[in-house]
């Protein structure tokens, strides 16, 4: 798999979140797909759960619905710095990678503070449009604090 | 209504358990004695899940307040706790969230080293070093009684798979301690063994007694948190209620999962924003596929042991909560999500799913992460006024409806009495 295509499907990922278009988010995703955010602790022990569990589009949507319309939190938003992704292995046409990122938080009273990084563990694939798209993607946060809340997903 | 008084911090304004100052949220002076009077005093603190520690030498690090502690299986099975202090010079004995030791912690700075209990066995050098004229030099004085010294020891009681720990020796049994009815939510839950399936930290923004009051409130879950209301997860309109016990501290709330009948308008009536029935659907519902589990159609219960725990079931998502004071103005909630050993693989897959609900990214519980820290900061410069605790009359007594602060009162009944106020 092209290597330049893995890093923009990572940036327009940034990029959507960033810019707040969180609509087009769930539509980076396969459906079904898995989407975690979870730790390197719980990865470590074997732990499943996560913050943020969904193993359809539609749970993803769902995520987006619920903080457009529905869950209450001061406004914020996210600046992603994403590293270049490595391949760990491709079978099938589906692509394994691995990729570091850092999230800074901006509040709504203007602080910018790192909120979290970590590694996004990835499975990739091409749909039927011959689009890259997550079918997997691991948030594996490096520490386990997650300050405040986390409305907006990583 | 806005009740200014003109006392001093720290003198509690009247003898209500329906008005509460705002210094108790702000003030450094009280935060001490909150550890030495609450913590340290005679109250059953949290420290860890029978499960976290199942063999001998098992040990987990948490905290009683500021106090830090390790809790240990020793080799006859029984659960030690004890201040994570060396005696020497105060360093951490532990410095790790848990792990196995053989027969001894030994601590890094000098090599003391200490039982299973938490008595001093091991001074490094002790009878000094041999010089090179045969003579012992240094070491400690001859009259060193070592058994004299060591970190403060806790007692511990487990209930369900829970492990609590209290340094006082005034503390009750702790059956007697949370009280009959709520014990009895507890044993509703934890009626076999679990498995850890997470764990997450939630850095809040506000004073610890702001959390633990959120949680005992009943009256704000179905206002604050649209997804309980539209789901028909929690209202006030379903059955339901809260249990106090006799002493306030500890509280159950419940709601029962059915129809609503004759009160099935009224959020609808009173325009509130959280009822979104009809405006807001979800893409794929399985988020909230549940399955009846215990049997009695409860289909949520949040239930609190005085100060700091909190045991949740919102349908299968189980969880329990652990409140860490981190100074006056923060406070460290940790998550610990979990199911049982004989879960099915459909059973763990629907509580991974609904794990979504709560947590600091949780479809219901996001909010609460962030209104503690809007009454922080909205009373900054009102320490000497008062919240009107009031929902529900001025009494802590169990009651058949959540339209009540009943249980935030019993909070304050039990934290007064605690704290000489």
Known sequence: MDLARIVELNAVYARVIDTEQFEEWPKLFH????????????????????????????MLEDRISSLRKVNIYESQRYRHIV??????????????????????????????????????????????????????????CDGR???????IPF | MDVRYEETTTVWPEDSLARVPYWVYQDEPNYKREMERLFEGATWNFVCLEADIPNKGDYRTNQVGDLPVIVVRDADGKINC?????????????????????????????????????????????????????????????????????????????????????LSPDTAPIEEYIGAEVLGRIKRVLNRPIRVMGRFVQPLPNNWKLYVENVKDTYHASLLHTFLTTFRISRLTQGGGVLVSPDGGNHSSYTIGIPEGANAGAYKAQDIRTDQDGKFALADPSVLDSVEEFGDHIQLQILSVFPGFILQQIHNCLAVRHVVPRGVGRMDLVWTYFGFADDTPEMNRRRLKQQNLVGPAGFI??????????VQRGTLAASDHVSVIQMGGSTAESQETRATEASVRGFWKAYRRHMDY
């Open chain 1, 31 to 58: 459906d079904p797909c898995l989407y975690k955010l979870t730790t390197a602790d719980n990865v470590a022990k074997g732990l499943e759960s996560g913050l943020i569990y969904a193993d359809t589009r539609g």
């Open chain 2, 82 to 166: 004890f201040e994570n202090r060396c005696a020497h010079r105060g360093a951490l004995i532990a410095f790790d969230d848990g792990g196995n030791v053989q027969n001894n912690f030994k601590c890094v700075y000098h090599a003391w080293s200490y039982d299973l209990c938490g008595n001093l066995r091991g001074i490094a050098f002790e009878r000094g070093i041999n010089g090179p004229d045969g003579k012992m030099r240094g070491g400690m004085p001859r009259g060193f009684e070592r058994e004299r010294f060591g970190p403060r020891k806790l007692r511990t009681t487990t209930l369900c798979g829970l492990v609590f720990a209290t």
């Open chain 1, 83 to 140: 590293g270049l992704p490595v391949v760990l292995g491709e079978q099938d046409g589906e692509a394994e990678t691995e990729t570091p990122f850092l999230i800074v938080r901006i509040m709504r009273e203007g602080q910018m503070d790192v909120f979290a990084t970590g590694c996004y563990r990835d499975k990739i694939k091409p749909d039927t449009s011959g689009a890259l798209r997550f079918s997997q993607r691991i948030v594996v």
């Open chain 1, 145 to 151: 604090r997650f300050d405040t809340l986390v409305a």
């Open chain 2, 365 to 374: 519980s996001m909010e609460d992460g962030c209104v503690g820290g809007f």
